[in-house]
């Protein structure tokens, strides 16, 4: 019953979901830390740990997800694609790893 | 496939609106055999209280979906052997629906999605009848929907549907956009799928497509009815 | 559960959002380069109008589309039917509140 473009659709609700999540976590880091630099820097030198680089890794990777997958909706909606749904998808996805991984390489 | 031995194990779901459970049955096997075929050979030969619904037995009215191992799909043409898995068959009657009894879905939710969506004739004998090239984009758009025999499997497909009871579904709203490119419609159909239930919810994943039997398309309709609806915001066309 | 109002703001939304997130992402693999430092963020953005306005609409964007995509979920796998228009005011106005906190701090 459930085909690609269903999964597609789970990755994009999912990701939405924890990037709404993450929104006041990321915010109130940025706000709090800013009015004192030494915690922010202490916080920021914890993103040199592997679990920190994963999950980082992760955001990046639902981010980009998230807007490819957006794109490809808005596409299908406003500019009636039809055909060749699946290699959309598919493509996005691997577009957002790719950029996740470009993140990480450079972050390391 | 002929030999006779060959035996199918049958899940098949018993009960009513309020409870039920799965009955197991052994149905031997047949040439050519399809799933209705095996809930009548229980019917007639096992259990005479099985309640199921069919009638043309041959794809055209729409009465005889049920899910087929856990899949929406119209029985009377599904066979046998292309949705066995291992030996086995689980028939259930239709997502998304309640149950009247056994395999028969209460179709009466399905159908009243569709009341928006009546066509309501602009003109009336006594006009001239509209003239309509068959090449007419607008006209071609309008066939989405011509072939559809109400079978409500990508109804039961839709997890919009079953997470939404009110969300009007795939057919309903193929059919609105059959009548919105029918020119001969007098009704305004854009404000009857535009509500809190309409064509806005749908997230676009083509469970409806992948299943519909008649290989209709209403994720493609639904994203007509989205554009439509949203240029009429825009431009008060 | 989405009508047609909420579902133009919604897209008008991510429209919006696509050039920024794409500058967002492009930023992060940028500056990540080296690790972070309080310094460096804030030296990128203090006193910019443009950084200020970037994220400014970036953080109104993300809370009005956050907050309709909350309501869907809310509504499709929580059953939730009474109170979705609170809860999309609520969280539209928390994100906002926190994020415009956040610009400002930086900015
Ligand atoms: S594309 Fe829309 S109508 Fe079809 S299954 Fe998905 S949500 Fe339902
Ligand atoms: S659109 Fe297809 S699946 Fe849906 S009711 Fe019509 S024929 Fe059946
Ligand atoms: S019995 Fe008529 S469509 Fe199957």
Request: proline share 4%; with cysteine; hydrophobic share 50%.
């Amino acid at each position: 019953m459930r085909k690609p473009l269903w999964y597609a659709y789970l990755l994009h609700r999912v990701s939405g979901l924890l990037l709404v999540l993450f929104l006041p976590v990321h915010f109130w880091i940025l706000a709090l830390a800013m009015r004192d630099a030494d915690r922010l820097d202490a916080f920021l030198a914890l993103a040199d740990r592997p679990m920190v680089k994963a999950a980082e890794f992760g955001l990046v990777f639902l981010l980009a997800a998230h807007l490819f997958g957006g794109l490809r909706v808005l596409a299908l909606e406003f500019l009636s694609w039809t055909a060749s749904q699946k290699t959309l998808a598919a493509g996005s996805v691997a577009v957002s790893f790719a950029l996740a991984a470009l993140f990480l390489l450079r972050a390391i | 496939m002929s030999e006779a031995a060959q035996e199918l194990t049958v899940s098949v779901w018993r009960g009513d609106a309020r409870a039920g459970a799965f009955q197991g049955f052994r149905v031997p096997r047949f040439d050519s055999q399809t799933v209705l075929d095996v809930v009548s050979w229980i019917q007639q030969n096992a259990d005479p209280t099985l309640t199921y619904r069919f009638a043309c037995r041959v794809g055209m009215c729409g009465s005889c979906a049920m899910m087929v191992n856990g899949v929406p799909r119209w029985t009377c043409r599904t066979h046998v052997s292309k949705v066995v898995e291992a030996g086995a068959l689980t028939v259930a009657p239709l997502r998304n629906l309640p149950v009247i009894k056994d395999l028969a879905a209460d179709m009466d939710p399905f159908f009243e999605k569709w009341a928006g969506s009546v066509h309501e004739p602009s003109a009336s004998r006594d006009d001239e009848i509209a003239e309509i090239r068959p090449d007419d984009p607008k006209r071609a758009a309008a066939s989405s929907a011509i072939e559809c025999i109400n079978c409500a499997v990508c109804h039961a497909a839709c997890d919009t549907v079953a997470g939404n009871p009110d969300y009007l579904g795939p057919a309903a709203l193929t059919r609105a956009w059959t009548l919105f490119n029918d020119t001969r419609h007098g009704g305004d159909v854009l404000e009857v799928v535009s509500g809190a239930g309409g064509c806005h919810n749908c997230h676009s994943m083509a469970s409806c497509t992948a299943n519909c039997p008649n290989e209709l398309d209403p994720m493609s309709a639904i994203a007509g009815l989205k554009r439509a609806t949203v240029r009429r915001v825009f431009r008060r066309d | 559960m989405i009508n047609r109002p909420l579902f133009i703001i919604q897209r008008l939304s991510a429209l919006v959002m696509v050039p920024l997130v794409f500058g967002h992402l492009a930023l992060m693999i940028y500056a990540v380069q080296g690790g972070l430092s309080v310094d460096e963020i804030l030296g990128r953005t203090q006193g910019s109008w443009f950084w200020f306005c970037y994220y400014g609409v970036f953080v109104l964007a993300a809370s009005v589309h956050g907050a309709i995509g909350l309501r869907t979920i809310c509504g499709e796998w929580l059953g939730l039917r009474r109170g979705l228009d609170m809860l999309t005011w609520l969280v539209a106005a928390s994100l906002t509140c926190l994020g415009l906190w956040a610009v400002v701090a930086v900015t």
